[in-house]
């Protein structure tokens, strides 16, 4: 179903700011309406964000709304992850992921998604 790969994640410290990224690769990227979501150590994932496929629509959980942002470039098939005022609840892996169509925008179920990237550490600490 393609390939996903993330980058831009490491250690900041609290207030800091972070860009993720994710590179698609082997499927139409414009086509697919993508989610970042996180798993910290001990914990079942969470829903971050999503957009559609034109990147006219997000939505953002209510722990980073107004903090994180996400966006998109359909001709270099990127997703963004702008993160802002990150705070140390903020730490965790982040991943990508292209949701399959008739999907809840909220999943966490990797079996609700067409790719699943590898994952970037987010590690917010002072």
């Known amino acids: 179903e393609g390939r996903l790969v993330e980058s831009g994640g490491g250690m900041v410290h609290p207030g800091g700011s972070l860009r993720l990224s994710c590179a698609a690769s082997d499927f139409v990227f414009s086509g697919w309406v993508m989610s970042w979501v996180r798993q910290a150590p001990g914990k079942g994932p969470e829903w971050v964000s999503t957009i559609n496929s034109g990147g006219g629509a997000t939505f953002y959980a209510d722990s980073v709304k107004g903090r994180f942002t996400i966006s998109r470039d359909n001709a270099k098939e990127v997703l963004y992850l702008q993160m802002n005022s990150l705070k140390p609840e903020d730490s965790a892996l982040y991943y990508c992921?292209?949701?399959?169509?008739?999907?809840?925008?909220?999943?966490?179920?990797?079996?609700?998604?067409?790719?699943w990237g590898q994952g970037t550490q987010v590690t917010v600490s002072s």
């Open positions: 992921a292209s949701l399959l169509p008739g999907m809840k925008i909220t999943s966490t179920d990797q079996a609700d998604f067409g790719s």
